[in-house]
T-cell receptor, first 110, second 114 residues
């Protein structure tokens, strides 16, 4: 079992819809989780980071961590075609080593 | 633009050859990380340097090595290249060695081994 797992998608939504992304992790010891957005053949772009409990909101993005089910979620409100990308969740170990999920490809159709 | 600069952007080389990838971290960042992204393995951590010293190692092959110089730029050396080494190689940087949460990635170096 991989430490961080994501559905590869693609997840297709109409413009303006809410995009809901999930990630599961297998080790409860981790404290921090990140969400990155990656456009094709570009570097991952940090969107948000969250602690092991609680929610965090930043503009159209909301990140949640559910420790009981070991779920990490990212919600994108009012989705735009420019949000079409691959979304990667990652957990942070000591020393800033990141373990990434495989990514979920999102398509927002105009 | 994350502020992390990587060169070259694209590189095509033959099996058995050696290449060097270069990374300049964001201004003020002391940590540099190298990651490899391939279709089958996803984005995987290779190695971390902090202020010139190796701090963490991941799934880095013995044919690969890295270093961080006094001016904090880093190089990843890949030798005896094999077809399976074809991948995107990313450099990332952060201010500190572990307590921070902002790790920024460069645009990557696309390596094709033929």
């Amino acid at each position: 079992q991989k430490e961080v797992e994501q559905d590869p998608g693609p997840l297709s939504v109409p413009e303006g819809a809410i995009v809901s992304l999930n990630c599961t992790y297998s080790n409860s010891a981790f404290q921090y989780f990140m969400w990155y957005r990656q456009y094709s053949r570009k570097g991952p772009e940090l969107l948000m980071y969250t602690y092991s409990s609680g929610n965090k909101e930043d503009g159209r993005f909301t990140a949640q961590v559910d420790k009981s089910s070991k779920y990490i979620s990212l919600f994108i409100r009012d989705s735009q075609p420019s949000d079409s990308a691959t979304y990667l969740c990652a957990k942070k170990a000591a020393g800033n080593k990141l373990t990434f999920g495989g990514g979920t490809r999102v398509l927002v159709k105009p | 633009d994350s502020g992390v600069t990587q060169t070259p952007k694209h590189l095509i080389t033959a099996t058995g050859q050696r290449v060097t990838l270069r990374c300049s971290p964001r201004s003020g960042d002391l940590s540099v990380y190298w990651y490899q992204q391939s279709l089958d393995q996803g984005l995987q951590f290779l190695i971390q340097y902090y202020n010139g010293e190796e701090r963490a190692k991941g799934n880095i092959l013995e044919r690969f090595s890295a270093q961080q110089f006094p001016d904090l730029h880093s190089e990843l050396n890949l030798s005896s290249l094999e077809l399976g080494d074809s991948a995107l190689y990313f450099c990332a940087s952060s201010v500190d060695n572990g307590s921070g949460n902002t790790i920024y990635f460069g645009e990557g170096s696309w390596l094709t081994v033929v």
